[in-house]
C-alpha cells in the first residue's frame, strides 16, 4: 500500500512570497490533516479534512494560508504571504475515516521543510 | 482546549537500560491517546494506541504504554532499549467528541551503545 505522499520535499523563499504544497493521501481514506511542525515542536494541527469538507480550521492562520482538497482526494495548502515565522515542516497526514477509534489513526507524510528568509 | 505535556525534553541513555518517558494531558473526558515515532530522516509513524479496554497497551519493537485515568497519563516505557530506538517520540491526545488531534512536543530519545 502507497503511503501519504508529499511534495516538494524542500523549498527555500523569500518572505512575502508564495508558496504551496501538495499532498496526496492513502487511498481511500476520508480525512485528511495538514500539519505545522516547527522545530522543536509538536505538530500543530492547521486544517482538517472529511473528504472535500473542512471539519476544523480554527489554528489555520487564515489572513495568509489556505487550503483546499478538491475531489476528496488530493490537497494543497497555500501560503501567500510567507513569513519568516512560517519556516518549519508542513506534515500531512490521511486516516481511515473521522470519527471513533480505531479508525482515528493518523498516516503521516514525509513533510515538506519550508525555510523562508 | 486540549494540551498535552511530555516533560522530557531530552533523554539519553546506554543500550538495555530501561526507559520510561512521560505523556499528561488536560481534558479529562473520554480521550483516545497515541504514541508516534519518527526515526531519524524518516516521517512520523505509529507506536501504539488506546482507545478503550486493558488500559496496558502494548505497541511495535517492544515498546509499551500505560492510561491511568487519575493521572491524566499515559506513559511510554521499555524494558530495554536499543541503539535502533534513538528517535524523536510524540505522545498525542485526541478528546472524545472533538476529534482534533493535540499533539505534546516530543521527547529526543538519543542510545548510546
Known amino acids: 500500500e502507497a503511503g501519504v505522499a508529499q511534495s516538494p520535499r524542500y523549498k527555500i523563499i523569500e518572505k512575502r512570497q508564495s508558496v504551496a504544497f501538495w499532498c496526496n493521501p492513502i487511498?481511500?481514506?476520508?480525512?485528511l490533516y495538514w500539519y505545522q511542525q516547527i522545530l522543536g515542536q509538536g505538530p500543530k494541527l492547521l486544517i482538517q479534512?472529511?473528504?472535500?469538507?473542512?471539519?476544523?480550521d480554527s489554528q489555520l492562520p487564515k489572513d495568509r494560508f489556505s487550503a483546499e482538497r478538491l475531489k476528496g482526494v488530493d490537497s494543497t495548502l497555500k501560503i501567500q504571504p510567507a513569513k519568516l515565522e512560517d519556516s518549519a515542516v508542513y506534515l500531512c497526514?490521511?486516516?481511515?475515516?473521522?470519527?471513533?477509534?480505531?479508525?482515528?489513526?493518523?498516516?503521516f507524510g514525509p513533510g515538506t521543510r519550508l525555510l523562508v528568509l | 482546549a486540549q494540551s498535552v505535556s511530555q516533560h522530557n525534553h531530552h533523554v539519553i541513555l546506554s543500550e538495555a537500560a530501561s526507559l520510561e518517558l512521560g505523556c499528561n494531558y488536560s481534558?479529562?473526558?473520554?480521550?483516545?491517546l497515541f504514541w508516534y515515532v519518527q526515526y531519524p530522516g524518516q516521517h512520523l509513524q505509529l507506536l501504539l494506541k488506546?482507545?478503550?479496554?486493558?488500559?496496558l497497551v502494548k505497541g511495535i519493537k517492544g515498546f509499551e504504554a500505560e492510561f491511568i485515568k487519575s493521572k491524566f497519563s499515559f506513559n511510554l516505557r521499555k524494558p530495554s532499549v536499543q541503539w535502533s530506538d534513538t528517535a524523536e517520540y510524540f505522545c498525542?491526545?485526541?478528546?472524545?467528541?472533538?476529534?482534533?488531534?493535540?499533539f505534546g512536543r516530543g521527547t529526543s530519545l538519543i542510545v548510546h551503545p
Open positions: 487511498s481511500g481514506h476520508a480525512t
Open positions: 488506546y482507545f478503550s479496554g486493558d488500559p
Open positions: 479534512f472529511q473528504n472535500n469538507g473542512v471539519v476544523d
Open positions: 498525542a491526545v485526541i478528546s472524545g467528541g472533538s476529534y482534533i488531534p493535540t
Open positions: 481534558y479529562g473526558g473520554t480521550v483516545n
Open positions: 497526514a490521511s486516516s481511515p475515516h473521522q470519527g471513533g477509534p480505531p479508525l482515528a489513526t493518523q498516516y
